[in-house]
């Protein structure tokens, strides 16, 4: 009996639990679709959002679009006024281009007379390039040859400045140099005037030494032959020989003293009738005159035994000078 409910609570044990094996794979089987659903939910959901979004935007792309071709279409229609009412105001023009057309040979159409306006307008455009090109560049010469002139000009003056100090320098040195020929002259002049001179001092020192030098046994012209090249021994040969000359001089001139006032002493010792008392005055004046008598006769013999002597010869002038 117990073994029997066992296996009958067993057996219902193992149907309850394949039941419960079967709800459980149920539910998992519902739990997975409903993943897959939810899942499907989602990615709806997404392109969903995301289509409304794209939407909003072309919505506004739209929306900005349309203000736009609005404003074009204002503007399109504010153009197609203003144009219509150039075409009427131009429509004159058009009837003048038709009736030239008519009156003239050239032209066939009106769009000769525009194609021909134009190359006349394209013509005209180059010329005003070229004119507006050739005035810059007339003005960027017309700069230049200022600043050429502007420099020329300040060079000019730097050159005329230097030409001025220049010239001041020239008229300097032309008379400085007017004044050194000048000196020139004048040294030239002195010099020749010295050489001169000396020519002359020579020649007097050479024709005095000849004088000096010449004997009564030697003639004049055999002294000149002998005379000395050496000037300095020349000039103390004259001076000798003038000491010599002086001395004699001095000589004669003593001894022609001592004559005359021996001469006077005779003259003086004559007798004369005179009293007793004059006659002794007499006798008393010629002893004492014979003192300077005999000292005048020392000095001439002094003299005579210093010629040839010059050291002697300057003793005499000075004992003279003294005298």
């Known amino acids: 009996m117990k073994q029997a409910e066992y296996r009958e609570r067993m057996e219902a044990c193992d149907k309850r639990e394949a039941a419960l094996n079967a709800k ?10 409903f993943a897959l659903f939810m899942k499907e939910n989602d990615a709806k959901r997404n392109r969903a959002t995301k289509r409304a979004q794209d ?24 153009r197609c006024t203003r144009l219509s009412k150039h075409a009427e105001d131009y429509s004159i023009f058009q009837l003048f281009l038709e009736r ?15 194609r021909r306006y134009a190359t006349l307008v394209a013509t005209n455009g180059d010329l005003a390039s070229a004119v507006t090109a050739n005035t810059d560049e007339a003005e960027n010469l017309r700069t230049s040859l200022n600043d050429t002139y502007k420099s020329m000009h300040n060079e000019i003056l730097v050159l005329s400045s230097e030409s001025a100090v220049y010239r001041e320098k020239l008229d300097r040195l032309r008379q400085q140099g007017a004044l050194e020929e000048r000196q020139a002259m004048h040294r030239e002049a002195e010099l020749k005037d010295k050489i ?37 021994q020349g000039l103390r040969r004259i001076q000798h020989r003038f000491v010599e000359v002086q001395g004699v001089a001095q000589l004669a001139t003593a001894i022609t003293q001592a004559a005359a006032e021996a001469k006077l002493e005779r003259e003086k ?18 002893s004492g005159s014979k003192s300077p008598t005999n000292a005048n006769k020392g000095k001439a013999k002094n003299q005579t035994s210093n010629i040839g002597n010059p050291s002697a010869g300057k003793s005499v002038r000075s004992s003279r000078a003294s005298g």
């Open 269 to 286: 010792e004559k007798p004369k009738p005179a009293a007793g008392g004059a006659t002794q005055a007499v006798v008393q004046q010629r």
């Open 100 to 114: 030239v057309v008519e009156v003239s040979d050239e032209f066939t159409e009106c769009d000769d007379v525009l």
């Open 196 to 232: 001169r001179v000396i020519g002359e001092a020579k020649m007097a020192i050479s024709n005095l030494y000849s004088r000096c030098i010449a004997t009564k046994k030697k003639s004049r012209a055999e002294a000149t032959i002998k005379v000395s090249p050496d000037v300095v």
């Open 24 to 33: 459980q794979e149920k539910t998992r089987e519902q739990v997975a679709r």
């Open 55 to 78: 939407e909003r935007r072309q919505r506004l792309e739209k929306e900005e679009e349309i203000e736009r071709l609005k404003t074009e279409l204002a503007q399109t229609q504010a």
